[in-house]
């Protein structure tokens, strides 16, 4: 299976940059996925094939990457971006999530 | 608008049975593939299978992890996915979410997802 490794968590102002990071066991190409989850919600997607934006997704919303290594940031960060996101790829089958990384105020 | 809606989550013994069911609508069910996938409390989201479309012949795929013991199905006529799970053990306690599974050009991802269902497996 394709281990996907994200930090735990990150501390952000508001109206600053977040970034999180989610590196691949092995190349996923740019099959990889980001998802919001808010608490007692389900996951929300975000972005799909690295760096295309889902629809009615606002554009403080961006990801990058291909092969191993890949970033998704959002900025500026509202209060409402406070979640835990997750990084998820669809290269090979079984198709496997990011441990989360939780978005926190600083 | 896509709506999922998921139910027949409970408790249930370990050893016992369970048969999810996902109520799909606003979108034509046949021409889309259906996952289902669980996240166990404070955990990561695991996907557990995926059934094909019409085109495709409705076949499944399934995670090693469950297989064998998970069954997905569909009724095309009403528009509901499931997810019948046998066997079940104490550590298949989660959020069992339904998901469309939709591809635009190569990329494949979760585009909707249903609120959930809540399965305890515990004596």
């Known amino acids: 299976d394709i281990v996907l490794t994200q930090s735990p968590a990150l501390a952000v102002s508001l109206g600053q940059r977040a970034t999180i990071s989610c590196r691949a066991s092995e190349s996923v190409r740019s099959s990889m996925h980001w998802y919001q989850q808010k608490s007692g919600q389900q996951p929300k997607l975000l972005i799909y094939?690295?760096?295309n934006l889902a629809s009615g997704v606002p554009a403080r919303f961006s990801g990058s990457g291909s092969g191993t290594d890949f970033t998704f940031t959002i900025d500026p960060v509202e209060a409402d971006d406070i979640a835990t996101y997750y990084c998820?790829?669809?290269?090979?089958?079984?198709?496997?999530f990011g441990a989360g990384t939780k978005l926190e105020l600083k | 608008e896509v709506k999922l809606l998921e139910s027949g989550g409970g408790l249930v013994q370990p050893g016992g049975s369970l048969r999810l069911s996902c109520a799909a609508s606003g979108f034509t069910f046949t021409d889309f593939y259906m996952s289902w996938i669980r996240q166990p409390p404070g955990k990561a989201p695991e996907w557990l299978g995926v059934?094909?479309?019409?085109?495709?012949?409705?076949?499944?795929e399934y995670n090693p992890s469950v297989k064998g013991r998970f069954t997905i199905s569909r009724d095309n006529t009403q528009n509901i996915l499931y997810l019948q799970m046998n066997t079940l053990r104490a550590e298949d306690t989660a959020i069992y979410y339904c998901a469309r599974f939709t591809t635009v050009v190569f990329y494949w991802y979760f585009d909707f997802w249903g609120p959930g269902t809540m399965v305890t497996v515990s004596s």
């Open positions: 094939g690295a760096s």
């Open positions: 059934i094909r479309n019409k085109a495709n012949g409705y076949t499944t």
């Open positions: 998820q790829q669809s290269r090979n089958d079984p198709y496997t």
